[in-house]
């Protein structure tokens, strides 16, 4: 007998919440804003209206599902079941926070606070959760698939992402590394630089995009083009590559096809590897290490 459907919310703590847990109750946290020239009320009303819409899309999946509601810090210990239907109540970001921890459940993302939120991939209000709760599991229910990029080093850490993926020194230090690409007849570079992102049609809308908007829009050859979110290719770009007697700046960006990888090898210390912003979850790499990188075989299931 098959399970039946889980709906799986997840959200995230409020501001407001973080305040009050800081400062112990709501007039300190009022107090500390106030003396600093800020009103909390602005805080509150957004905790309000994103707790009235957790509230509404919990009403609104079916009697006959189970569910459950996971906390964004409790997402890597959190068991993601193949019947689940993962509800994202929040900020797109939430979505990237979720999608490396998924193999292939259903995503609907729900805007709580539309107008802040570009809502890329919180696409829905709260108030049309019933319906694509509904229709969601249906063939044909128009998801698109969205593309991830993947890092895997070479004592079998792998890293998954889906905005991109930096790898790099953990603070503001220097990365010293090998660069090279699967396709360019086996060329290596020694580089210096503040690191490499590799990123996804998802990620040109954040982290991506401003790096490639620094550099006139385009990359050395002036044809680099940002993909699509469902594009099996990715872009990366290498950041402030420092040019000295042991280190070049030829290679700087690019992109990589489907079938394509980016290979870094490790000249430093300690490297990490992260992904969508999530330092405190990164892979963490010694000298003489080799990591690849490239277009990641899993998709996410983005309700439309």
Request: net charge negative; proline share 4%; aromatic share 6%.
């Amino acid at each position: 007998m098959s399970l039946a459907p889980r709906a799986v919310l997840v959200h995230r703590t409020t501001e407001y919440e973080e305040l009050t847990a800081r400062h112990g109750t709501h007039g300190q946290a009022a107090f500390f804003l106030s003396s600093r020239g800020r009103d909390i009320e602005e805080v509150a009303e957004r905790h309000r209206r994103t707790r009235r819409a957790l509230a509404e899309v919990t009403a609104a999946v079916p009697l006959t599902w189970r569910q459950t509601s996971v906390e964004r810090a409790d997402l890597d210990r959190f068991l993601f079941a193949p019947e689940d239907v993962v509800v994202v109540v929040g900020q797109d970001g939430l979505v990237a926070n979720v999608a490396k921890y998924l193999t292939g459940q259903p995503v609907v993302g729900i805007d709580t606070d539309p107008g802040r939120n570009p809502g890329v991939l919180v696409r829905h209000r709260p108030q049309d959760a019933a319906s694509l709760l509904r229709s969601v599991l249906a063939a044909g229910s128009g998801t698109d698939e969205l593309t991830m990029v993947e890092a895997v080093a070479d004592d079998t850490q792998r890293l998954l992402a889906l905005n991109e993926i930096y790898l790099g020194a953990a603070g503001h230090q220097t990365a010293r590394y090998r660069l090279g690409l699967d396709d360019d007849g086996g060329v290596v570079e020694a580089q210096a630089s503040s690191g490499v992102l590799v990123g996804t049609g998802t990620g040109a809308t954040g982290w991506l995009r401003s790096v490639w908007q620094e550099r006139g829009g385009a990359g050395s050859d002036g044809r680099l083009r940002l993909p699509g979110p469902t594009e099996d290719r990715l872009v990366w770009f290498v950041r402030e590559a420092w040019p000295s007697p042991a280190t070049g700046t030829s290679l700087v960006a690019g992109e990589l096809p489907a079938g394509g990888r980016l290979t870094l090898t490790v000249e430093s210390e300690r490297l990490i590897a992260f992904g969508d912003g999530i330092e405190s979850d990164a892979l963490e790499l010694t000298w003489g290490q080799r990591i690849r990188v490239g277009v990641c075989a899993e998709r996410l299931r983005l309700a439309g």
